[in-house]
C-alpha cells in the first residue's frame, strides 16, 4: 500500500467464529477503528449474524476460500471453485490466499475479478510457540506507512490477538497512524 501517508490496514483472517470475533468487533468498536475481514465461506455460513455484526459495523470483508484451502496443494480447478463458492455468501472485490500461499496459475485466474491482498506485518498470534507479548513485539517493530497488518479472529489466536490488539492500535494512535479498510 502506499508509503506517503501515515495509513495502516488492519486486517483478520479466518472468521467468523463465535466469542473470538464477537471480542474483535468489541475491541474495534471501543477504539473507534475499522478494519478488513477476509472470511472463510464455511464460517459465515456457520455464523451469519457475527458476519451481519462485521458489515453492520461498517468493516470491510475479503474472501479466503469457502474451506481455509491450501492452494499449493488443491487442483486448480478445485480452489477456483471453492473461492466462488465462498463469493456466493460474501460481496467483495478483495482476496487473500489462505497462508498467503496459492499457485501462479490460481492467481492468474483470481486477480482477473479480486485485489489479491498479501501483508507485511504478521502478527504470530496462531502460533502456540508465540507469547502474547512476541505478538505485539512483532507487530510494533514492523509496522510503517501503508503496512498491512495480520490479525486473526479464530479460536487458536485469541489469547494472543486479544492481549496484542488493543495495545497495538493504542500504539499505532499514539505514534501518529490512521488506520483505514482495503477496498
Not at 481455509?68 to 487442483?75: A, F, N, R
Not at 506485518?121 to 502456540?128: A, E, P
Not at 510503517?144 to 492500535?169: C, T
Amino acid at each position: 500500500m502506499p508509503a506517503n501517508e501515515k495509513k495502516i490496514y488492519l486486517t483478520f483472517d479466518d472468521g467468523p467464529v463465535p466469542i473470538v470475533t464477537s471480542s474483535v468487533l468489541d475491541i474495534l468498536r471501543e477504539e473507534n477503528v475499522r478494519a478488513t475481514f477476509f472470511c472463510v465461506g464455511e464460517n459465515v455460513s456457520k455464523n451469519p449474524e457475527i458476519f451481519q455484526r462485521i458489515l453492520d459495523e461498517k468493516h470491510a470483508v475479503g474472501n479466503h476460500t469457502f474451506n481455509h484451502l491450501k492452494g499449493w496443494k488443491t487442483h486448480g480447478n478445485e480452489y477456483i471453485r471453492n473461492v466462488i463458492k465462498c463469493a456466493g455468501l460474501i460481496d467483495t472485490k478483495l482476496f487473500r490466499p489462505p497462508y498467503g500461499r496459492i499457485k501462479k496459475s490460481q492467481l492468474t485466474l483470481i486477480s482477473k475479478q479480486y485485489s489479491v491482498i498479501m501483508w507485511d506485518v504478521l502478527s504470530g498470534d496462531y502460533d502456540k510457540r508465540t507469547s502474547p507479548k512476541q505478538c505485539l513485539k512483532n507487530v510494533t517493530d514492523n509496522v510503517r506507512n501503508g503496512s498491512v497488518i495480520v490479525f486473526h479472529d479464530s479460536h487458536k489466536a485469541q489469547k494472543n490477538m486479544e492481549f496484542a490488539l488493543p495495545r497495538f492500535i493504542k500504539y499505532a494512535k499514539e505514534n501518529g497512524f490512521e488506520f483505514a479498510v482495503l477496498k
